[in-house]
């Protein structure tokens, strides 16, 4: 197997982008990536999207992106995992280079996603869960995870504050970034007076709906030497993994085995532990999502999610920044973008890119992307090498 | 980049199945291919399946298909691009082999098209064409198809009866298929008299609405020795490309570069060229279509796949047999399956086993399976290694 690095990353100011369509979206990040990198030698394309056919009445990304790219003819696919789906395309284009089908693949992930009213945004999202058991039954994802929340604070005294404090700190993170959605800084009270959506959780402990696109240019180890790619960002590992796709059918809705088996591959992959990794991005859906992931992740003990972050453990100059970009809170949440642009955010962090959310120990850093309720979740583990 | 064998092929028959959900033609697929292949050993699944979002409401496949296949924990994602999906989702498959991230690599094509009505299934399927420049002023595919049949009679002389005769053949090898939709026969004059879609093409022109599933095992050629397969079907050879989603884009719209450089790609990879391929499965969509495949893949000049046709040239007992599972127009179009049913038949005649259809010399065979217009082609090249 061929070693694989990132040498382009591209993305713009995440919102709602009224004035850019989907194919606009995914142009402009590509076009990022290109000029980032230095070169446009493209043998391979990927596409992040989970639903392009419920938002914008739009499959066949995989022919529309490349032919608008002015790439027509380049081997080009879709993929889907719901809100992993930009994951798995960064996952895919590993694949191409990995096994030779390609030197150079880039992999975008884009959604557009207020074409449609809301409640045709919330219908589309709650495709990710069962429609058959789940969906068509009334329930969807901020009331699954509110399920989790309760959970939570019965089992292990999670509370209010805590969640809102995942919101706090994300906010404070995306205030310094420049392509985040919603920079505002925002109290805990804020967090804990906004309005009920389904409770526990509050309209401040949610990822917002976006318009936006990512991109990565991925080639192997040595071609980016050849390119004198200096720091040289590498994948050293990634995980895969799926659970069952509807929350009622897991041993305890407290788990996320996915999240845990996915992480399993991925150290194993890359030799290494969570005592390796410096700082992740992590798919904050919903502020509780955050605080199970820490955990299923390893970084903190069940139950401890809560209480660690209110200490500070994740905060920027905490021992183990998480979100740094600000999150899917804070960022924004364009459901098939958001796993590549959390590695847009890893690379940016070891090329030692990121201005005033610098982390001053960025060597190793971790990216957990995750669909639906925790139905599957890609992890990629990224270095710096020389 | 590691070799690849093909050592397990599951289906089931295709038609309206009301009493199948998504997840259980997936499973019968999937369950059937286990049984074929004698181990259930699968490290990673891909699954191609054009639209759950419009056609079920159900995204996240890549989740609820492991899930109900017993296998959850796989690694999986769901692949797309348009009607050429399953093809995707085989060649995903075969990088997941190559590569080195898994030795048993289980692929599934799958879409149930009857839970919508017609009129909604046609918006689903145009969602494969350019939805703001194409589909939004109202033509669909049938439409398409239509200008290509028009433009190809007016500059080859191509005539109403020989694009019947691509449906009378069809139907003649599809009658010989259990696991067909339609497997009754056709005479030219039924074709000819049945009611207008979108002139010149009628009813029988064109594919039908399906239900369906198909699904293929694939290891390493040095694996399916250990398990002592025999014969022995490798992947010889893989092209993808694209071209303008639009058909309005294309230079002239009786070319097909899709399937010309797909098709270059794939032969390049396998060392061959047309004259060494015995018998093809190709994308019937409309009977013009297997008409410009068959001038686009080389099989004879442009112009000539009418009078080729009514002559014999690829009937069962010609010299380049086309279809003999019946093709999309007899067996059926669930789009997202065609492309993995579609090898089905090549593994099957390959391995002798196609019964009243069984060509005598079935050494090397080709697919090729196409999205929208042709702004994507898949194609392999599969062959008996002993």
Same mark, same amino acid.
């Given at each position: 197997?061929?070693?694989?690095?990132?040498? *382009?990353?591209?993305?713009?100011?995440?919102?709602?982008?009224?004035?850019?369509?989907?194919?606009?979206?995914?142009?402009?990040?590509?076009?990022? $990536?290109?000029?980032?990198?230095?070169?446009?030698?493209?043998?391979?394309?990927?596409?992040? $999207?989970?639903?392009?056919?419920?938002?914008?009445?739009?499959?066949?990304?995989?022919? /529309?992106?490349?032919?608008?790219?002015?790439?027509?003819?380049?081997?080009?696919?879709?993929?889907?995992?719901?809100? %992993?789906?930009?994951?798995?395309?960064?996952?895919?284009?590993?694949?191409?280079?990995?096994?030779?089908?390609?030197?150079?693949?880039?992999?975008?992930?884009?959604?557009?996603?207020?074409?449609?009213?809301?409640?045709?945004?919330?219908?589309?999202?709650?495709?990710?869960?069962?429609?058959?058991?789940?969906?068509?039954?009334?329930?969807?994802?901020?009331?699954?995870?509110?399920?989790?929340?309760?959970?939570?604070?019965?089992?292990?005294?999670?509370?209010?504050?805590?969640?809102?404090?995942?919101?706090?700190?994300?906010?404070?993170?995306?205030?310094?970034?420049?392509?985040?959605?919603? @920079?505002?800084?925002?109290?805990?009270?804020?967090? /804990?007076? #906004?309005?009920?959506? %389904?409770? @526990?959780?509050?309209?401040?402990?949610?990822?917002?709906?976006?318009?936006?696109?990512?991109?990565?240019?991925?080639?192997?180890?040595?071609?980016?030497?050849?390119?004198?790619?200096?720091?040289?960002?590498?994948?050293?590992?990634?995980?895969?993994?799926?659970?069952?796709?509807?929350?009622?059918?897991?041993?305890?809705?407290?788990?996320?085995?996915?999240?845990?088996?996915?992480?399993?591959?991925?150290?194993?992959?890359?030799?290494?532990?969570?005592?390796?990794?410096?700082?992740?991005?992590?798919?904050?859906?919903?502020?509780?999502?955050?605080?199970?992931?820490?955990? #299923?992740?390893?970084?903190?003990?069940?139950?401890?999610?809560? @209480?660690?972050?209110?200490?500070?453990?994740?905060?920027?100059?905490?021992?183990?920044?998480?979100?740094?970009?600000?999150?899917?809170?804070?960022?924004?949440?364009?459901?098939?973008?958001? *796993?590549?642009?959390?590695?847009?955010?890893?690379?940016?962090?070891?090329?030692?890119?990121?201005?005033?959310?610098?982390?001053?120990?960025?060597?190793?850093?971790?990216?957990?992307?995750? *669909?639906?309720?925790?139905?599957?979740?890609?992890?990629?583990?990224?270095?710096?090498?020389?």
């Amino acid at each position: 197997m061929r070693e694989v690095a990132i040498i *382009g990353i591209g993305m713009m100011k995440w919102g709602e982008l009224w004035e850019k369509s989907l194919r606009d979206l995914a142009v402009e990040a590509a076009l990022n $990536c290109i000029a980032d990198a230095g070169t446009d030698r493209i043998d391979s394309i990927s596409i992040g $999207c989970m639903s392009g056919g419920l938002f914008n009445g739009q499959e066949h990304l995989a022919s /529309m992106i490349p032919d608008y790219l002015g790439l027509k003819h380049t081997p080009a696919m879709r993929v889907e995992s719901a809100c %992993a789906s930009g994951g798995l395309a960064v996952r895919t284009a590993y694949m191409e280079i990995a096994s030779g089908m390609a030197d150079y693949a880039l992999a975008i992930g884009v959604e557009k996603m207020t074409d449609v009213s809301g409640g045709e945004a919330t219908y589309g999202l709650a495709t990710a869960a069962d429609q058959d058991y789940e969906a068509f039954n009334g329930i969807n994802f901020p009331g699954l995870y509110a399920l989790m929340a309760t959970a939570h604070m019965h089992r292990y005294g999670t509370t209010r504050e805590q969640l809102a404090d995942v919101a706090v700190k994300n906010h404070r993170n995306g205030n310094l970034n420049p392509n985040a959605q919603f @920079p505002a800084l925002m109290t805990r009270e804020q967090v /804990m007076s #906004s309005v009920m959506v %389904a409770a @526990p959780l509050r309209l401040m402990d949610c990822s917002p709906i976006t318009d936006g696109a990512a991109a990565l240019l991925l080639t192997t180890v040595e071609e980016a030497k050849r390119l004198g790619k200096h720091p040289l960002v590498v994948i050293s590992g990634i995980g895969l993994a799926t659970d069952t796709i509807a929350l009622c059918q897991r041993k305890d809705i407290l788990k996320m085995p996915a999240v845990e088996i996915a992480a399993q591959r991925a150290f194993k992959m890359a030799g290494k532990t969570i005592r390796d990794i410096n700082f992740a991005e992590v798919h904050d859906c919903f502020t509780i999502s955050e605080i199970m992931i820490m955990e #299923s992740l390893g970084i903190v003990e069940p139950g401890q999610g809560g @209480p660690a972050t209110s200490a500070g453990l994740t905060a920027l100059d905490g021992k183990f920044p998480i979100n740094t970009s600000g999150g899917l809170k804070s960022k924004g949440h364009p459901v098939g973008a958001t *796993g590549v642009a959390q590695i847009y955010e890893v690379v940016t962090q070891l090329r030692g890119d990121a201005g005033k959310r610098q982390l001053a120990n960025a060597k190793v850093g971790l990216t957990q992307n995750m *669909g639906g309720s925790g139905g599957s979740c890609v992890i990629h583990i990224l270095e710096v090498k020389s």
